[in-house]
C-alpha cells in the first residue's frame, strides 16, 4: 500500500512557537475515518510510524503534531520541555484543536477519533468536555489516575520556577516523579526499564535526545496540572456521556499504578454517566504498549473498537 506522508507547521496558541504536524494518507482505499494521534512526554509523533502505518492499512488517516517543547516543534534542545510561561499544559489541548480543525476542514464528512498516551491522554482527557461533542471516540492508553502528590508536586515546581527560573531541569523534581518506576522490576537494564519489555525501544528511547532530557520546572508544574485537572470532578462530569471511550494499559505500567489508577479513571467516567467505556489490560505490558512485545495485539485491538464504533450508513460523522 502506498501512503502519503505529509509534514506542515502552524502557529502555537502560545503565539510563539511554530508546531509541527504530520498527515499519512493511505492512497488508492476507501478512506473510512481519521485518527488523531496525542503523544506522550519527552515522545514526538514519528515514535508512532508502524502504528499510524498499521491504521493507515486499514483505510484510516492519520494525523499528530509534536506539541509544544517536544520533537520537530522545537528549534533548539534548550526548548525541549518547556511549553509556555504560564499555563503551557491549556496551550497543548488548543494545539491539538488547531489541528482538528485543520483535519476536518479537510474531511468534513469522515468520523474522527482521538488518541491520547500517557501525557497525551491527559491532554485528550481535558480535550473531550471542550470538544468531544465533534468526535466520535476516543482511546486513552496508558494513562495517570488521581495521584496524591499532584497538587504537592504543582508547589514544588512552582517554588523551582520562583527561585531557579521557569527553564531550570530540577533534577529533584524528575526523581520525584520518575524514581520509583522501576521498583518492581527485577534486575532492571536500564533507567528506562519501565516504559518497555522490549531492549530495543528502551535502547532507542535512552539515546534518542527528542526522548531523554529532564523536563523544565514550568514543564514539570504544567505535567502536574495535567494530572490534577484530568482526574478532578468536572473533568468526568463535563466530558460529553455519548462520547464512547477505550482505555488500554499494560497491568505492569507503573504510570497507572498496575492497573489501580485506570481502572479508577474508568469508574469515575462510569459514575458521572458515561455510556460507553471499556478497558484492556495486557499481562505484563509495560507504559508504551504500542513498543511492546505483544504491540500486535495491541494494534489489533485498538482498530477492532474503532471499527466496532464507526458510524453506520444511516448516521453521520
Known amino acids: 500500500m502506498n501512503i502519503k506522508c505529509t509534514q ?3 502557529k502555537s496558541s502560545n503565539d510563539v512557537s511554530s508546531i509541527t504536524y504530520y498527515i499519512l494518507t493511505p492512497e488508492d482505499v476507501e478512506i473510512r475515518g481519521v485518527i488523531q494521534i496525542a503523544h506522550g512526554m519527552c515522545d514526538y509523533f514519528s515514535r508512532y510510524t508502524v502504528f499510524a502505518k498499521y491504521l493507515c492499512s486499514l483505510g484510516f488517516i492519520v494525523c499528530g503534531n509534536d506539541h509544544l517543547g517536544h ?9 525541549l ?3 509556555a510561561p504560564k499555563n503551557g499544559w491549556s496551550c497543548l489541548v488548543d494545539d491539538m484543536k488547531k489541528l482538528t480543525d485543520i483535519m476536518k ?3 468534513p464528512d469522515l468520523p474522527f477519533y482521538l488518541f491520547g498516551h500517557s501525557m497525551g491522554s491527559l491532554l485528550a482527557r481535558l480535550y473531550l468536555p471542550l470538544y468531544g461533542k465533534d468526535i466520535q471516540g476516543c482511546i486513552l492508553c496508558g494513562t495517570v489516575g488521581p495521584v496524591p502528590f499532584a497538587r504537592t508536586g504543582i508547589r514544588l515546581a512552582d517554588s523551582v520556577v520562583h527561585t531557579k ?3 531550570y531541569r530540577s533534577a529533584f523534581l524528575s526523581k520525584m516523579t520518575f524514581n520509583n518506576f522501576n521498583k518492581k522490576i527485577s534486575q532492571p537494564n536500564s533507567m528506562f526499564a519501565w516504559l518497555s519489555r522490549d531492549k530495543n525501544t528502551v535502547e532507542l528511547f535512552q539515546s534518542d535526545n527528542k526522548c531523554n532530557f529532564v523536563f523544565t520546572a514550568t514543564g514539570f508544574r504544567d505535567l502536574f496540572t495535567l494530572v490534577q485537572k484530568s482526574n478532578h470532578v468536572r473533568c468526568f462530569r463535563t466530558t460529553p456521556h455519548d462520547v464512547p471511550i477505550l ?8 504510570v497507572g499504578s498496575y492497573g489501580d489508577g ?8 462510569r459514575a458521572a454517566g458515561q455510556k460507553d467505556v471499556d478497558v484492556i489490560f495486557y499481562k505484563d505490558g509495560r507504559h508504551e504498549i504500542l513498543n511492546e512485545l505483544n504491540h500486535l495485539d495491541v494494534f489489533g485491538d485498538v482498530s477492532r473498537w ?3 464504533h464507526l458510524p453506520t450508513k444511516n448516521e453521520s460523522a
Open 306 to 308: 474503532i471499527e466496532d
Open 105 to 107: 476542514a479537510r474531511y
Open 71 to 79: 520533537g520537530a516543534s522545537v528549534s533548539r534542545e534548550t526548548e
Open 262 to 269: 485506570v481502572r479508577t479513571v474508568a469508574r469515575m467516567y
Open 247 to 254: 482505555l488500554i494499559a499494560g497491568d505492569k505500567d507503573p
Open 165 to 167: 527560573g521557569m527553564t
Open 8 to 10: 506542515n507547521i502552524f
Open 81 to 83: 520541555g518547556f511549553f
